[in-house]
Nanobody
């Protein structure tokens, strides 16, 4: 059982930045792949960014160059730095974990999920 808790969401204007955090309770966090996904009202949950146990990062084209995923294994935490935010980034952002460590995999392979944190970007 892995518990994930997201934080850092909020209301910002277009062009602003936010840093999301996800704290994990797992005993072997360093071996997990971690991911960020988001869901806007009326839409399917979509891939944002993932990072493998080895630190290899992957991004959706819609956020590449603006968002950065990173991890701090000593703190059992994964981050999502979001710059140059756009109104279309508005969504609930979810943190997820895959215990086997591979990051570039379908959402279904991520077995543990947090409750999400709201990000709202006004124009």
């Amino acid at each position: 059982q892995v518990q994930l808790v997201e934080s850092g969401g909020g209301l910002v204007q277009a062009g602003d930045s936010l840093r999301l955090s996800c704290a994990a309770s797992g005993r072997t966090f360093s071996s997990y792949a971690m991911g960020w996904f988001r869901q806007a009202p009326g839409k399917e949950r979509e891939f944002v960014a993932t990072i493998s146990r080895n630190g290899n990062a992957f991004y959706d084209d819609s956020v590449k160059g603006r968002f950065t995923i990173s991890r701090d294994n000593a703190r059992n935490t994964v981050y999502l730095q979001m710059n140059s935010l756009k109104p279309e980034d508005t969504a609930v952002y979810y943190c997820a974990a895959n215990l086997r460590g591979s990051a570039n995999i379908p959402q279904s392979r991520y077995n543990y999920w947090g409750q999400g944190t709201q990000v709202t970007v006004s124009s």
